[in-house]
């Protein structure tokens, strides 16, 4: 108990199916002083009864719907670790992620939170791929414009006194925004092992909520962060490169309204015109090789085809005169062939 406290925050609705999983993941984990608190947004299956049954180990808050971001907000303000952490209903830690990562957190005093790879899962918990994510920063973030490191992530409390809680404005990209606003103000720590996982099925909101709704927040939070203020010059000169990133990001989340994706892929070309055009050059320059390549092919079998009807039909002539000319006027004909062809019979 001399460890210091970990608040694991675990907001839900209707994941009564996942749900004693993930809570199993948080209190099998080895560090010894954990405050885990389970918000239930007005769920409309079992998932209160499956919480209340572990009532003794867990506090349980539940209301009416009010949406994820205010809910997490809300297990915020009920925190009292001095390290919190987020946990999805649908995403169970792995053994051993809060010691690795509250140890690394402790030797860093100045780093504002530390974030794991992680492995994504099917609905069945079957590993489908490995998340190896790289050392972010406000720089690599704000430029490639894609973040990964929701699941298993833990940060300072103190953070939320300095620079506020989730934007209850944004329903889909609050916590990524929240991350955006904290690599603004201070570093980040990554442990590169796999200690977290993240579940993709066809309810989960990362599958069902793809849309322009959430491409708008992206955009808007993204032009939010320049009017703030808050980001070095280097990024203010870089505006153009970085919104076309941005709107190209966006037409990935677009896929079922063509009219908006082509839109956000307009704008993403007038911003930045230079690598669509570098890629079109390099595209038809591809395209240009592949052809002349098949052109090169076909004329290399048809050359070859003719020189085997050629020889083909050379030595059935040359196996017909040896046969009905004398020896010394089929050697005669044979000097005059090679010196009139320049080849070999």
Sequence with gaps: ????????????????????????SVLSQDYPNIEYIVLDDGSKDNTLEIIKKYSDKIIIEAHANIGETKTVNK??????????????????????????????LLAEPDALAVYPDWVEIDAHAKPIKEMK????????????FNVAMGPGNIFRRSVLEKYGFRDTRRKYTGDLEFWFRLA??????HIPEILATHRTHPRSASVSDKSS?????????IKSL??????????QDNRRQILSQAYHVS???????????????????????????????????????????????????????????FRFRV????????????????????????ILMKTNI
Aim: charged content about 20%; overall charge positive; hydrophobic content about 45%.
């Design 1 to 24: 108990m001399n460890q210091p406290l970990v608040t694991i925050i675990t907001p839900t609705y209707n994941r009564a199916d996942y749900l004693p999983e993930t809570i199993e």
């Design 75 to 104: 297990g915020f303000r009920m925190a009292k670790g001095e390290f919190i952490c987020v946990v999805n209903s649908d995403d169970p830690l792995l053994p051993g992620a809060i010691s690795k990562m509250i140890s690394t």
């Design 133 to 144: 994510l790289p050392d972010y920063d406000i720089l690599n973030m704000v430029n490639d």
């Design 184 to 189: 603004s103000h201070g570093r980040f720590l």
């Design 213 to 221: 709704k959430m491409a708008e927040e992206l955009l808007s939070m």
């Design 226 to 235: 320049f009017a703030s203020g808050i980001l070095p010059k280097e990024f």
């Design 251 to 309: 037409t990935f989340y677009c896929q079922n309204e063509p009219a908006t994706k082509r839109k956000y892929a307009l704008l993403s070309f007038l911003y930045n015109p230079r690598p669509v055009l570098r890629n079109l050059v390099k595209s038809i320059f591809y395209r240009i090789l592949i052809i002349l390549h098949k052109f090169l092919f076909i004329a290399h079998m048809l050359l070859n085809t003719f020189r085997r009807v």
């Design 315 to 338: 030595s059935t002539a040359a196996a017909f005169f040896r046969a009905i000319l004398p020896k010394e006027s089929y050697n005669k004909l044979r000097a005059w062939w090679r």
